[in-house]
């Protein structure tokens, strides 16, 4: 294929052992980027999670971050664009929730940072305790802000596919809804998707379709696996995010995004 993109989810998919990224991987994506290749992150976390993770890299300009809900420059340190959730849409599924599953914990972002409620917190410590909890003030959750990049939510004792299963039904078509592996369900702007964020960046870089591959793992990377001209599954990858793309990659822990690309640069060089 004549390869001009390649867009990877972070967590489950770009860091190795360590929960970062790993020094073959590291070398292979410059030797992309030199090759003319643009090198671009879409991820579940905010920009600001995200950016000191990608640094060590030093070729990805372009962060497509929060499930697409905001577009990062990297190079020039600023947002680009962003989908924020329509505040009376939040409040409904806050509502509904609330009503059907009892006591939830929320997590949120803004343009102003991350923020989570107690329940979120006491719900991440009781579920995960061996996970590192962001040491940030908890606060209490107004879903009617107009200022809502994306909402993530958790339940007392379901969590990641089963949590997200349980929830699905109650979300309404004007939100994207997905889960990223990390126990809890992520809702963002209906305009807001890894897939339609890569479409657009596409656009915006004159890269064609079938000049881009995708990796990823979970349910939030299902549409850009799903729009990329070969979307990659990692082997750890979930049954949906298998069902959505058209390639298998080896195990996010063995360098797998490193191995395929460095198979697409071979083949790329071959007269």
């Not at 073959?24 to 992150?41: C, H």
């Not at 806050?94 to 949120?108: A, P, Q």
């Not at 040491?135 to 879903?143: G, N, Y």
């Not at 596409?202 to 349910?219: K, N, P, W, Y």
Request: with cysteine; net charge negative.
């Amino acid at each position: 294929m004549d390869l001009r993109l390649i867009a990877t989810d972070i967590d489950g998919t770009l860091l190795g052992p360590d929960h970062a990224v790993t020094e073959r991987t590291i070398e292979v994506l410059n030797a992309a980027r030199d090759a003319g290749v643009e090198v671009v992150a879409a991820t579940g976390r905010s920009h600001w999670s995200a950016a000191p993770i990608l640094e060590p890299i030093g070729c990805v300009r372009w962060l497509l971050a929060s499930n697409g809900a905001t577009v990062f420059d990297l190079e020039a340190g600023e947002v680009v664009d962003r989908f924020p959730i329509d505040r009376s849409i939040a409040a409904d599924v806050v509502s509904t929730l609330g009503s059907e599953f009892g006591d939830l914990g929320y997590s949120w972002e803004t343009t102003e940072g991350v923020f989570q409620d107690e329940g979120f917190r006491a719900i991440r410590s009781s579920l995960f305790p061996s996970l590192k909890i962001a040491k940030r003030s908890t606060v209490e959750f107004t879903p009617g802000t107009d200022d809502l990049t994306k909402m993530m939510v958790l339940h007392p004792e379901m969590a990641d596919m089963e949590w997200f299963e349980a929830s699905a039904p109650h979300m309404p078509e004007t939100v994207n809804f997905a889960t990223s592996g990390l126990g809890f369900v992520e809702l963002t702007s209906q305009h807001a998707d890894k897939g339609l964020a890569l479409a657009a960046l596409c656009e915006r870089l004159d890269i064609a379709q079938e000049q881009t591959v995708s990796f990823g793992d979970q349910t939030n990377d299902l549409g850009m696996l799903r729009w990329a001209g070969r979307g990659y599954a990692m082997a750890n990858a979930n049954d949906h995010a298998v069902e959505a793309a058209s390639h298998r990659a080896p195990h996010h822990l063995d360098d797998g995004v490193a191995l395929v690309v460095e198979g697409l640069l071979a083949d790329r060089s071959t007269p």
